[in-house]
């Protein structure tokens, strides 16, 4: 509408007549009386003139009886007019006050008159530079030099190496292309001599062409800062004095050979280490001699196996397919561990009820073996349940009663269903589902459950049964979660390489993260005792850092790298798949896809 209007004022010169009748929505032309009259207006005169002298005077409003009235309008010199100024009296005090203690210096007459003549006999030398830069006014920004011109190379020169000359085929080709996207701007030649290089064809055009980018193109100039690249590094301690950590290959448990290593764990007591690999042995290995005590064998993959944390029952869960096995180990009993195992176990007989219906679409079944089973003789299973869908993992609570199980790769809301060994109940925790739940994990002190998506974390009160917690990862795809001994942070892997380190007092995105795998984490742990946690990724290594967490909530967590473990390897795409720490040592055990089952020390 603008530019229609602009160009209708462009080809009519009456323009400046219309108005537009906002009232009426249309446009008036005014005439010569109507501009006549607001011209009267403007300068103050009466809008109808009655006669032709009327229009040079001025009258006073006709309701005023008195005719020597003067209108507010009138020539009469306001009171601000001879009423000296405050504003200008201070100011004029100020001055005074300033030349009295000396703070301002008055030039005389004839200081004004000879700095004048200097001024005017000074000879200005044009050719030279210094003094252009050494008078330029000091409002004007600091002269910033030209960029140097690239030094000439050697196709350059006049008798440049035979491999820079161009041949017919090259010259078509360079021809053919845009002047932007050719080798060299000329053709290389070769002179016999340097008095026979002729003038160079296109020296005024480049030379007008580096003038147009000197004044056109703005340049800034860059503030260097004189730092050395050590102070830029904080401040870390000496990986040496960080110590214990695990540093060297001490025992190797060999007995799966080809097979997988999927998963390991470390009982309570430190004594004994349980394997499962994909070809469904389960072995039992005594930690300081690397001696099989005891091998299962399971149908398909083994794909996880823990044992219960507490140190008083001696109880391997082991997740075969959509089965959860209790195994009791029976040559590994100490006297008291038999007895509270027992206990334990014929609580669960006691509360054990034939079948629980978690919901109406899907269904767990829970059972318990008799002597007379097959698996109760040859795998010393006592407690046996039965799933609809493929378990992934299993997670006790640190008191060893509670354990909760997590399908793969389903978006349901029984993905997650939390058992109870003693009263021999399975609970669904959750009424919606909060998409494909990739790992879980208890809290080792307080009534918190973890739940990690691809993307968040989610922490529930089991007690009160609510959400209350929601953390960002940052992270693509979590692939695995450890907690702190203290319960106060807990670290996240990622199939995207990515650690992130949270505090639960620090807000929900991570205080830290660390990319130091080049390819996907498969799980991070952390020690129990010390101050120490490992990652272990597909690249065939692990990271283990020291972990200092100060009881002083004002003081950030002390995050240090001390060492990278080599000594698995890639096979199929797949590094190490587990590690775990001791639970009195500083030893870290790992599994990895090569077959080999490690403890570093």
């Not at 009138?74 to 005090?93: A, G, I, Q």
């Not at 003094?131 to 600091?142: D, E, G, H, Q, V």
């Not at 041949?167 to 050719?182: A, C, F, I, N, V």
């Not at 580096?210 to 990986?239: E, G």
């Amino acid at each position: 509408d603008e530019l229609d209007e602009f160009l209708r004022r462009q080809n009519d010169p009456n323009w400046w007549r219309e108005l537009n009748d906002k009232l009426n929505n249309k446009n008036v032309k005014l005439s010569k009386e109507d501009v006549e009259m607001i011209e009267r207006i403007r300068s103050g005169r009466f809008a109808f003139a009655e006669d032709d002298n009327d229009d040079l005077l001025y009258r006073p409003p006709e309701n005023d009886d008195n005719p020597e009235f003067m209108h507010a309008m009138s020539d009469f010199n306001p009171k601000r007019r001879y009423v000296r100024s405050l504003h200008e009296r201070k100011r004029v005090n100020r001055y005074l006050q300033a030349i009295r203690r000396g703070w301002l210096k008055v030039r005389t007459r004839e200081e004004i008159l000879q700095e004048y003549k200097k001024k005017n006999e000074q000879v200005w030398d044009i050719w030279k530079d210094e003094s252009i830069t050494a008078f330029r006014p000091r409002r004007l920004p600091k002269q910033i030099d030209a960029p140097k011109k690239d030094p000439p190379a050697h196709a350059e020169s006049y008798n440049p190496p035979k491999e820079y000359l161009l041949d017919e085929k090259e010259k078509e080709e360079q021809d053919e292309l845009e002047p932007e996207e050719r080798l060299y701007n000329f053709e290389p030649q070769i002179f016999d001599s340097l008095r026979k290089v002729p003038l160079y064809n296109n020296l005024i055009k480049e030379t007008f062409e580096r003038c147009l980018d000197l004044y056109i193109c703005p340049r800034v100039q860059r503030k260097k800062i004189n730092i050395a690249a050590s102070q830029l590094i904080p401040d870390m301690p000496n990986p040496s004095e960080l110590k214990p950590f695990p540093s060297k290959v001490s025992v190797e448990y060999k007995g799966h050979d080809e097979a997988k290593v999927r998963s390991l764990t470390v009982s309570p007591c430190g004594k004994y280490l349980a394997s499962g690999d994909d070809q469904g042995n389960v072995f039992l290995w005594d930690v300081k001699t690397g001696r099989i005590r005891h091998k299962y064998k399971f149908e398909g993959i083994v794909d996880c196996v823990r044992f219960n944390p507490n140190k008083s029952v001696l109880i391997l869960s082991v997740v075969n397919h959509n089965h959860v096995y209790m195994i009791m180990p029976q040559k590994l009993y100490t006297r008291d561990e038999r007895k509270d195992t027992e206990n334990l176990i014929k609580e669960f007989k006691n509360n054990f009820i034939p079948s629980v219906d978690t919901s109406s679409t899907t269904t767990m079944q829970m059972g318990f073996l008799e002597q007379s089973d097959k698996d109760f003789v040859e795998r010393d299973v006592r407690v046996k349940l039965e799933f609809e869908y493929i378990i992934k993992k299993i997670d006790w609570h640190s008191k060893g009663d509670y354990f909760a199980t997590l399908a793969d790769n389903i978006q349901t809301s029984t993905q997650v269903l939390i058992h109870s060994l003693s009263k021999a109940q399975t609970q669904k925790p959750f009424s919606k589902s909060k998409g494909i739940i990739e790992t879980i994990s208890f809290h080792p002190v307080r009534p918190l459950f973890f739940v990690c998506n691809d993307q968040q974390v989610f922490c529930y009160n089991l007690q009160k049964q609510v959400l209350i917690r929601k953390f960002h990862s940052g992270a693509r795809m979590v692939s695995s979660i450890a907690l702190h001994p203290k319960g106060d942070n807990f670290v996240i892997g990622s199939y995207d390489k990515k650690l992130m380190w949270f505090d639960l007092e620090m807000g929900n995105t991570p205080y830290k993260k660390m990319k130091y795998h080049s390819k996907a984490i498969r799980n991070v742990s952390f020690s129990g005792i010390y101050p120490l946690f490992a990652s272990a990724s597909d690249d065939g290594s692990l990271n283990v850092f020291h972990s200092q967490v100060y009881e002083d909530s004002a003081m950030n967590p002390l995050i240090v790298p001390v060492k990278i473990l080599r000594g698995h390897g890639v096979r199929d795409k797949l590094g190490v798949l587990d590690c775990v720490f001791h639970p009195d040592q500083p030893w870290l055990f790992s599994a990895g896809a090569d077959g080999r089952l490690l403890l570093w020390v």
